[in-house]
């Protein structure tokens, strides 16, 4: 199985503030990862696919980035309205594996 | 717009059984793979099952093999999870969740449903 390691696990930042979260596959897995985030009580919505391509309706304060083994995900300017949880999804291979989250919080 | 309602979720004794649907619309339903994830309470997204678009071909992740079918109606656009032998750790909000591309059997999601809760417990 590809095993996905998110980094880091939970993250305050303020208002403005540039944010990553790194993701690594055990695996070379090309482009084939997403990413998703998910609000308390709802369910995930995708932010990023192929690594690096910005779904429709997503602001452009969010990106991805990456290939092979190393991702990142980066939120330029922190918005109130993003505070939820990140996961990443790899779908190179069976079994469809995520990341275990990282919990965005204000400070 | 893209639609996915789950429904069939509920409370379950250990070694029961239960159907899971997901009603589908806004898309040619059977171009697409279909999926079912789910989400302990606390925890994180963890893969259950695939199906292609024709639904000729599935797919299990380890832990439910053997205990679960996918399967899919096209005449009403429905994707369904049967669930047998229920054990305790399959308590979770159960997803049902669409692939972005359609005609291909990909695994990158786009569209997600509400999610329907299972419980195991007696």
């Known amino acids: 199985d590809i095993q996905m390691t998110q980094s880091p696990s939970s993250l305050s930042a303020s208002v403005g503030d540039r944010v990553t979260i790194t993701c690594q596959a055990t695996?070379?897995?090309?482009?084939?990862l997403n990413w998703f985030q998910q609000k308390p009580g709802k369910a995930p919505k995708l932010l990023i696919y192929?690594?690096?391509n910005l779904e429709t309706g997503v602001p452009s304060r969010f990106s991805g980035g990456g290939s092979g083994t190393d991702f990142t995900f980066t939120i330029s300017s922190l918005q109130p309205e993003d505070i939820a949880t990140y996961y990443c999804?790899?779908?190179?291979?069976?079994?469809?594996?995520f990341g275990q989250g990282t919990r965005l919080e204000i400070k | 717009e893209v639609q996915l309602l789950e429904s069939g979720g509920g409370l379950v004794q250990p070694g029961g059984s239960l159907r899971l649907s997901c009603a589908a619309s806004?898309?040619?339903?059977?171009?697409?793979?279909m999926s079912w994830v789910r989400q302990a309470p606390g925890k994180g997204l963890e893969w259950v099952s695939g199906?292609?678009?024709?639904?000729?071909?599935?797919y299990y992740a380890d832990y439910v093999k053997g205990r679960f079918t996918i399967s899919r109606d096209h005449s009403e656009n429905t994707l369904y999870l049967q669930m047998n032998s229920l054990r305790a750790e399959d308590t979770a909000v159960y997803y049902c969740?669409?692939?972005?591309?359609?005609?291909?059997?990909?695994?990158?999601?786009?569209?997600w449903g509400q999610g329907t809760l299972v419980t195991v417990s007696s």
């Open positions: 969740v669409k692939a972005r591309k359609g005609e291909v059997i990909t695994f990158s999601f786009d569209w």
């Open positions: 999804q790899q779908y190179d291979g069976l079994p469809i594996t």
């Open positions: 806004g898309f040619a339903f059977s171009s697409y793979a």
């Open positions: 192929d690594a690096s």
């Open positions: 695996q070379d897995i090309s482009n084939y």
């Open positions: 199906i292609s678009g024709s639904g000729g071909t599935t």
